[in-house]
C-alpha cells in the first residue's frame, strides 16, 4: 500500500513538471494593467473604455486587493502586438474565484468585442471552454488594442490578479496537463477513499468512515476552487457558492476523526465535548450559509469570518489533540499532525497568493491540492500504522497467552503428578501397610489352635477389628482428599469450619476463623476452588510454617468473595521455596483460571498472609 502511495505522489510531480514547463512559454502582462474602483453600475463600461467615466487608474503594486466587495474592479491596459508575440492567442486571468469577470477589446479600427467568464457566468456560454477565466484575443491586424476588465466579487474575499498571454499551441498543452493534474489527484482520492472504505467495513472502525468523509470533502474543495465545479457540474451556471459547506463539513469529519481515531473521549473528555460542539457549529453554519439562511441582527461577513475562524481552530485542534496523544504514547498519531500541517501548509501558500503577497506561478495555484493529497495520503498512513502496531499487539498478546498456556499446563501436569505421587504415597505408607500388618496378625491367629489361647484370640480380633477401623478413617480421610463430601453435605462456610477445626484441633496452634455467610448464587465449581486453597494453605501451615497462631477470615457480597489467612510462623524459607512454590502455583492457577486474583506476602521469622478473590458467578 505504501509503494502505491509513493507512485502517486511521483505521477504528482511528474504532472506538475509537465505543468511548470508548459507555463514557462506564458507572457506575464500583468504589470501593464492599471486598476481603478467604483459603486456597481455606476458607470457604463463604454465610458470606462473610452476615459468618460473619469476613475482615476493607479499602476499595481504587490501586495494588491484588486476585488472590492460589492464594487466595481476596472483593470485597463493599452497592448501592442508586438508585446503579444505577434501570434498570441489567449488572454487567461489563472487560479482565482472571480465571481464574474468581462473583458472589452477596442480595436484599432475602433470596433468593440465583448467576453465574459467566471464562476457566475454559465460555462455553457465561454468561448474558451476552461475551467479557469481565459478569453481569445482579436486577430491579427488590429493593433493596438485596448483592454479592460470589469471584475465584481460575490462574496468578500482578496483577489490576487495576473494575466497570462499564451499561444494556441502551448494552451492546448497546459490545458491537457492541467487536465492530467487533475485525472491523477482525483483518481488518487479515489483510491484512498476506496482502500478507506473497505477497511472500515473489515474493522468495523467509524475512524475510516470520518476519514473518507473529510478527504472527499478536501476534493470537492479543491474541485470548487479549480473551477472544475461549473464545467461539469453546473455547466449552466449555479445558484449559490458552495465553498463554505465543504469546510464546514471537512471540520465535522476531521474533528470527529481525531477524537475517534486518538480515543480522546477517554483521554480528555473535556476535549472531546468543547470539539464536538466546535464540530457541529461549523457544520451548522456552512449548511446556513449554502441555504444562504439569514439570522437576524447578524450580518453576513460575520458568519463568513466566523466560518474561517472555525476552520482555523478545528486546524489547531486537529494538531493539538495529535502531538497531545504522541507525547502520551500513541505512536500513530505520529502521522496526524505531520497530514495537517501539510494541508495548513499548502493553504497558507495558497491565501499568501490570493491576497496578492506571492505573485503567480504554477506551483502555488495547485499549492492547497497538493496539501490535500499529502495530507489524505499521510491519514491513511495513520491508519495503516493504526492497523501495524495493533497487529503486532495482538501478535504479543497472544505470544504471552500461548506462553502462559503451555505454562499453566506444564503447572497443571506437575500438580497432577504431584497429586498422584501423594495419593500413592499414601496408599502404599498407609493402608498398604496397614493392611499387611492386618494380614500377618490374622494368618497368626488362624495357625493358632491352643484352646487355652481362645480368651486371648477374642481380645486379639477386638484389636484388629479397632485396627480396621483406623484404616478405614485413613480411606475416608483420603476420599476426602479426593472429593471434599463435607461440602456437598454441610454448604461452603460449614465444610470449611470442620475443615479448619480437624487440621488445628490436635495441634498446639492457637487458631481462629471468621467465616461469613457465602451468597447463595455462587458457582459450585468456585465453591470447590476456595475450598480446596484453604485446603492447601492449611497443609502448608502444618507441614511448613511453625506457627503458633493462625487466622481465618473469609467475607463476601454480592459479587465478590474474599479470603484472608494469616500465619505467624517462619515465613517462606529460600530453601523449600521450590516444594513450596508447586503449591503456590497450584493455587495461584486454580484461582487466576476463574477470573479471580491471588497475593502472597511473606518475611522470614515473621510469617506469611496469603489473600485472595473470587466473583461469585
Known amino acids: 500500500m505504501r509503494t502505491i502511495f509513493i507512485s502517486i505522489v511521483l505521477m504528482l510531480l511528474c504532472s506538475c513538471t509537465k505543468i511548470v514547463d508548459a507555463g514557462s512559454s506564458a507572457v506575464d502582462i500583468s504589470s501593464q494593467f492599471q486598476l481603478a474602483h467604483s459603486a456597481q453600475n455606476e458607470h457604463q463600461p463604454m465610458d470606462v473604455l473610452f476615459g468618460k467615466a473619469g476613475l482615476d487608474f493607479h499602476p499595481l503594486d504587490y501586495p494588491q486587493d484588486i476585488a472590492e466587495f460589492g464594487k466595481d474592479s476596472w483593470l485597463k491596459a493599452r497592448l501592442r502586438r508586438t508585446d503579444m508575440k505577434l501570434e498570441a492567442g489567449i488572454l487567461e486571468l489563472p487560479g482565482q474565484l472571480f465571481g464574474q469577470v468581462d473583458i472589452w477589446f477596442e480595436l484599432a479600427d475602433g470596433e468593440t468585442l465583448h467576453d465574459r467568464a467566471g464562476t457566475w457566468y454559465p460555462y455553457v456560454e465561454r468561448k474558451v471552454k476552461h475551467a479557469g477565466v481565459a478569453f481569445f484575443l482579436p486577430p491579427p491586424g488590429q493593433e493596438p488594442v485596448n483592454v479592460l476588465i470589469r471584475m465584481r466579487s460575490n462574496k468578500a474575499m482578496p483577489v490576487n490578479f495576473t494575466a497570462l498571454l499564451w499561444t494556441q499551441e502551448s494552451w492546448s498543452d497546459y490545458v491537457f496537463n492541467q487536465r492530467v493534474w487533475y485525472g491523477v489527484f482525483l483518481g488518487a482520492i479515489l483510491i484512498l477513499v476506496i482502500n478507506n472504505i473497505f477497511l472500515a467495513f473489515s474493522f468495523r472502525d467509524n475512524s475510516y468512515f470520518f476519514y473518507v468523509g473529510y478527504i472527499l470533502c478536501l476534493a470537492f474543495i479543491a474541485i470548487l476552487v479549480s473551477g472544475l465545479a461549473e464545467e461539469y457540474l453546473w455547466p449552466s451556471g449555479k445558484l449559490r457558492s458552495y465553498i463554505l459547506l465543504p469546510s464546514g463539513l471537512g471540520i465535522f469529519f476531521v474533528v470527529n476523526f481525531a477524537n475517534t481515531f486518538l480515543n480522546i473521549k477517554q483521554l480528555k473528555p473535556s476535549w472531546y465535548w468543547a470539539s464536538s460542539m466546535l464540530s457541529i457549529t461549523a457544520l451548522v453554519f456552512g449548511v446556513m450559509i449554502v441555504t444562504e439562511f439569514r439570522v437576524p441582527l447578524i450580518p453576513d461577513f460575520f458568519i463568513t469570518n466566523f466560518m474561517h475562524i472555525l476552520t482555523v481552530l478545528g486546524g489547531a485542534y486537529f494538531i493539538a489533540a495529535s502531538l497531545g496523544s504522541y507525547m502520551l504514547g500513541m505512536k500513530q498519531a505520529r502521522f496526524l499532525a505531520l497530514s495537517m500541517l501539510a494541508l495548513l501548509g499548502g493553504m497558507v501558500i495558497y491565501f499568501l497568493y490570493t491576497h496578492g503577497v506571492i505573485k503567480y506561478n504554477v506551483y502555488v495555484v495547485h499549492a492547497m491540492e497538493v496539501g490535500t493529497l499529502i495530507e489524505g495520503v499521510l491519514l491513511s498512513l495513520a491508519l495503516s500504522d493504526r492497523i501495524n502496531l495493533l497487529s503486532s499487539e495482538k501478535e504479543r498478546v497472544e505470544r504471552e497467552a500461548l506462553a502462559a498456556h503451555r505454562t499453566f499446563s506444564k503447572r497443571l501436569i506437575q500438580a497432577q503428578e504431584m497429586d498422584r505421587e501423594v495419593f500413592s504415597n499414601t496408599m502404599h505408607d498407609s493402608i498398604g501397610h496397614g493392611m499387611l500388618v492386618l494380614k500377618q496378625n490374622l494368618d497368626k491367629l488362624a495357625s493358632s489352635d491352643s484352646p487355652t489361647q481362645n480368651t486371648s484370640r477374642a481380645d486379639e480380633l477386638r484389636r484388629q477389628a479397632a485396627y480396621c477401623g483406623e484404616i478405614l478413617d485413613e480411606v475416608r480421610r483420603i476420599s476426602h482428599d479426593l472429593h471434599p463430601h463435607l461440602l456437598k453435605r454441610l454448604g461452603l462456610k460449614s465444610a470449611i469450619e470442620s475443615t479448619v477445626e480437624m487440621a488445628f484441633?490436635?495441634?498446639?496452634?492457637?487458631?481462629?476463623?471468621?467465616?461469613?455467610?457465602?451468597?447463595?448464587?455462587?458457582?459450585?465449581?468456585?465453591?470447590?476452588?476456595?475450598?480446596?486453597?484453604?485446603q492447601e494453605c492449611l497443609n502448608n501451615i502444618l507441614k511448613h510454617a511453625d506457627a503458633t497462631e493462625v487466622i481465618i477470615a473469609l467475607s463476601s457480597d454480592n459479587k465478590m468473595i474474599r479470603v484472608n489467612i494469616k500465619d505467624d510462623g517462619k515465613g517462606i524459607d529460600p530453601g523449600e521455596a521450590s516444594e513450596i512454590g508447586q503449591g503456590l502455583y497450584g493455587m495461584k492457577d486454580r484461582v487466576e483460571l476463574f477470573g479471580g486474583w491471588f497475593s502472597i506476602e511473606s518475611r522470614l521469622d515473621v510469617g506469611t498472609h496469603i489473600s485472595f478473590g473470587l466473583a461469585v458467578t
Open 505 to 534: 484441633s490436635t495441634q498446639s496452634i492457637e487458631w481462629q476463623a471468621d467465616i461469613g455467610d457465602v451468597p447463595r448464587g455462587i458457582n459450585k465449581e468456585r465453591e470447590i476452588v476456595i475450598y480446596r486453597v484453604i
